[in-house]
């Protein structure tokens, strides 16, 4: 009964995991979140990271899940599950500093628009 537990978990994982890896070829390939509903033809090179992360990530993750290696090529496979992480907590920061650049452009042009107003 346990092996038939651990088996459905496995099973689970790594459907859900492909569907991850599916997620971060679109991002990496088309380059668009279908999540923020962007028109826009620019795409921004931290959304093509974060279709990598999830490629290096989720990737690894199927890898471990379906193959079980040990040794160093586990601590090499944990190592692209890494470098995926970090990549990820890269493409948060710079989103946050993006949106707050545009926040602040935002103030400036309602302050320029209060001040020729006001004349």
Known sequence: MPAQITSLVQLV???LAGLALIMG???LIIGRRP???EDNTSVAPRVRLLGLSYILVFGSA???IVVGPVGLEGELLGGLMVLGG???IVV???EARASRQITR???SDRLDERL???R
Request: proline share 0%.
């Open 13 to 15: 994982s790594l459907v």
């Open 25 to 27: 070829a679109y991002l």
């Open 35 to 37: 999540w923020r509903g």
């Open 62 to 64: 199927m890898i471990q």
């Open 86 to 88: 970090m990549i990820v």
């Open 92 to 94: 948060v920061f710079l």
């Open 105 to 107: 452009l935002d103030r």
């Open 116 to 118: 020729s107003g006001s």
